[in-house]
């Protein structure tokens, strides 16, 4: 399946680029695992998400937990913390 990431803030400055399309692994269902196939694809990644649970997730602009499953996605967002003021 192929699906668009979409990157927010530093999250997109740590890897590298706004936006890409991938093509998720048979395996990949539910966000978390996500995560952990990102984690895998160079140390960009592995920078960017070196600490998943705080990682905020989006699909098709509705934020989502981290066990939620993927499904048949268009859009994922994935966003850091998000702070008030």
Same mark, same amino acid.
């Given at each position: 399946?192929? &699906?668009? @990431? +979409?990157?927010?803030?530093? &999250? $997109?400055?740590?890897?590298?680029?706004?936006?890409?399309?991938?093509?998720?692994?048979? *395996? +990949?269902?539910? &966000? $978390?695992? @996500?995560? !952990?196939? @990102?984690?895998?694809?160079?140390?960009?990644?592995?920078?960017? @998400?070196?600490? =998943?649970? +705080?990682?905020? &997730?989006?699909? *098709?602009?509705?934020?989502?937990?981290?066990?939620?499953?993927?499904? !048949?996605? $268009?859009?994922?967002?994935?966003? =850091? =913390?998000?702070?008030?003021?």
């Amino acid at each position: 399946m192929t &699906v668009k @990431l +979409v990157y927010f803030a530093w &999250v $997109r400055e740590r890897i590298g680029k706004p936006e890409e399309d991938i093509d998720l692994p048979a *395996d +990949v269902t539910t &966000v $978390r695992e @996500l995560l !952990n196939h @990102l984690k895998s694809l160079g140390e960009e990644y592995e920078a960017a @998400l070196q600490y =998943p649970e +705080v990682i905020r &997730v989006a699909i *098709d602009q509705e934020h989502v937990d981290h066990h939620e499953k993927i499904g !048949n996605a $268009r859009e994922i967002g994935i966003f =850091p =913390p998000m702070t008030g003021g």
